[in-house]
């Protein structure tokens, strides 16, 4: 009779039956297979003298690495995991981008050895006006074009690193798209020029976005990267992409190993859904999230705000969707603020981990003023 692997003898017992482990090998095999996640991780400065807010030490770093080595993540470049999602291709489990913003000189003295010694590629958002021909605080063209030729691509992070969503005084809509277009249309141009790639994947300056801004860059055919947290998988929004942003801070080992564990959590839908939010009672009604059920369990959800910690919340679990209701009001403080929505996946071979959500706002002073940075 045939058999799982051709034909066998009657008398012949299946492997299965021979080996009471195999059923529970060969299902925690097949479902990693269909895991579909990767994680991106974003860094900015690998120093110890540099902003606290975008830095992380060159110890701490390399303690990073050489976790992802001892677990057996695959670090892949940037754009083949864009081309896997892209064209359907299943992902593989524990699958990592390494991915640095804004060409600091750190990323070439003290990220690249560690990451040429692994033979592991890395992807470097570069804003154009900034990189001179001589090193500075930022790489020059001449190191750019090193760590290209070492394992490195180089990616848009727009000409000039402005805040792509704020207008400028009686800026109407169109003259908006037609600046903001330039930044990035621009940027491609000289990256193009200088070190020959244009790999249309694209960083939003402070992780900043808008729906707006993410159908210009829909339209440019741009995949998008933004500072949410969260893993990347086959329903997640190619305008948008999550990444954990990696500081001292926010990428200490314990936290470390949960972020690049993460499982992709879409929202199918998420009211209000707009990322600027202007006025004092623009959340007065709170935030309500849809999701689609899966291998959790509906009451382990936990939602987090910044500067709020976690927040109180309301869940309704149907068959096939999961309803979860930050109650209002919610007051944000003006500038950058995130809701973040987590639950443990709920089946041995995913235990530890957890599916993440993250929707980034941006939140203007009460005279409807933009927040200054910090």
Same mark, same amino acid.
């Given at each position: 009779?045939?058999?799982?692997?051709?034909?066998?003898?009657?008398?012949?017992?299946?492997?299965a039956?021979k080996?009471?482990?195999?059923? *529970?090998?060969?299902?925690?095999?097949? $479902?990693?297979?269909?895991?579909?996640?990767?994680?991106?991780?974003?860094?900015?400065? &690998?120093?110890?003298?540099?902003?606290?807010?975008t830095?992380?030490?060159?110890?701490?770093?390399?303690?990073?690495?050489?976790?992802?080595?001892?677990?057996?993540?695959?670090?892949?470049?940037?754009?083949?995991?864009?081309?896997?999602?892209?064209?359907?291709?299943?992902?593989?489990?524990?699958?990592?981008?390494?991915? /640095?913003?804004?060409?600091? %000189?750190?990323?070439?003295?003290?990220?690249?050895? *560690?990451?040429?010694?692994?033979?592991?590629?890395?992807?470097? /958002? &570069?804003?154009?006006?900034?990189?001179?021909?001589?090193?500075?605080?930022?790489?020059?063209?001449?190191?750019?074009?090193?760590?290209?030729?070492?394992?490195?691509?180089?990616?848009?992070?727009?000409?000039?690193?402005?805040?792509?969503?704020?207008?400028?005084? !009686?800026?109407?809509?169109?003259?908006?798209?037609?600046?903001?277009?330039?930044?990035?249309?621009?940027?491609?141009?000289?990256?193009?020029?200088?070190?020959?790639?244009?790999?249309?994947? /694209?960083?939003?300056?402070?992780?900043?976005?808008?729906?707006?801004?993410?159908?210009?860059?829909?339209d440019?055919?741009?995949?998008?990267?933004?500072?949410?947290?969260?893993?990347?998988?086959?329903?997640?929004?190619? %305008?948008? *992409?999550?990444?954990?942003?990696?500081?001292?801070?926010?990428?200490?080992?314990?936290?470390?190993?949960?972020? &690049?564990?993460?499982?992709?959590?879409?929202?199918?839908?998420?009211?209000?859904?707009r990322?600027?939010?202007?006025?004092?009672?623009?959340?007065?009604?709170?935030?309500?999230?849809?999701?689609?059920?899966?291998?959790?369990?509906?009451?382990? /959800?936990?939602?987090?705000? $910044?500067?709020? !910690?976690?927040?109180?919340?309301?869940v309704?679990?149907?068959?096939?969707?999961?309803?979860?209701?930050?109650?209002?009001?919610?007051? *944000?403080?003006?500038?950058?603020?995130?809701?973040?929505?987590?639950?443990?996946?709920? $089946?041995?071979?995913?235990?530890?981990?957890?599916?993440?959500?993250?929707?980034?706002?941006?939140?203007?002073?009460?005279?409807g003023s933009?927040?200054?940075e910090?």
């Amino acid at each position: 009779m045939p058999g799982m692997f051709g034909f066998m003898k009657s008398s012949e017992k299946p492997l299965a039956l021979k080996c009471p482990g195999y059923l *529970l090998l060969l299902f925690i095999a097949v $479902s990693a297979a269909n895991i579909q996640a990767a994680v991106v991780l974003q860094y900015h400065h &690998v120093s110890t003298s540099t902003p606290a807010s975008t830095s992380i030490s060159p110890n701490l770093f390399e303690q990073h690495l050489s976790y992802l080595q001892e677990q057996e993540y695959k670090v892949w470049r940037l754009s083949r995991i864009v081309e896997q999602i892209k064209r359907g291709t299943p992902l593989p489990d524990k699958v990592v981008a390494i991915t /640095f913003d804004d060409a600091y %000189s750190s990323i070439f003295s003290e990220a690249l050895p *560690l990451l040429e010694s692994r033979g592991w590629p890395f992807t470097v /958002f &570069v804003s154009t006006d900034q990189i001179q021909e001589t090193s500075g605080s930022l790489m020059s063209w001449t190191q750019l074009k090193q760590l290209q030729q070492r394992g490195a691509e180089m990616a848009n992070h727009t000409h000039t690193h402005t805040h792509l969503v704020r207008r400028l005084p !009686g800026e109407s809509s169109k003259h908006w798209r037609e600046r903001v277009s330039g930044e990035l249309l621009k940027a491609a141009r000289i990256l193009k020029a200088r070190l020959g790639t244009d790999l249309g994947l /694209f960083a939003y300056p402070y992780g900043e976005y808008t729906e707006e801004l993410q159908a210009l860059v829909r339209d440019l055919d741009y995949t998008g990267f933004g500072q949410q947290s969260g893993a990347l998988g086959p329903d997640s929004d190619l %305008s948008a *992409l999550p990444r954990f942003p990696m500081t001292n801070q926010f990428g200490a080992m314990d936290a470390f190993k949960t972020k &690049v564990a993460a499982l992709p959590l879409s929202a199918v839908d998420i009211s209000p859904h707009r990322h600027l939010i202007e006025g004092h009672a623009a959340l007065a009604d709170g935030v309500r999230l849809k999701f689609k059920t899966r291998n959790f369990r509906p009451e382990g /959800f936990a939602c987090f705000i $910044s500067g709020k !910690g976690k927040v109180a919340i309301d869940v309704s679990a149907g068959k096939e969707m999961v309803s979860v209701s930050v109650p209002g009001p919610i007051d *944000l403080k003006p500038g950058r603020s995130r809701l973040n929505c987590t639950v443990a996946a709920n $089946s041995p071979e995913l235990e530890g981990r957890f599916y993440w959500f993250s929707h980034p706002w941006m939140y203007k002073e009460a005279d409807g003023s933009w927040y200054q940075e910090p």
